[in-house]
């Protein structure tokens, strides 16, 4: 996730990794930070998905998410 956007879109970016051998688009739904590296950004795993999704659900019991 890009929250700042790219040089021509100001709007935030989401990031998708497509894996050819499985049925469905996504292998993992991740969080990630991104980093750089003399100029070369490159994103780091925060969190997955469904472990944030769970967690939040501990504290927003309806499913409001």
């Known amino acids: 996730m890009n929250w700042d956007g790219a040089e021509y879109y100001g709007f935030p970016h989401i990031y998708c990794y ?5 049925k469905e688009p996504y292998e993992t739904l991740e969080f990630c930070e991104e980093k750089n590296f003399d100029g070369v ?5 925060v ?3 469904y472990s944030v999704r769970e967690f ?10």
Not at 56 to 65: A, D, I, L, R, V
């Open 41 to 45: 950004p490159y994103y780091t795993k």
């Open 56 to 65: 939040s659900m501990e504290f927003n019991p309806y499913g409001y998410f």
């Open 18 to 22: 497509f894996d050819t051998k499985r």
């Open 47 to 49: 969190a997955d998905y």
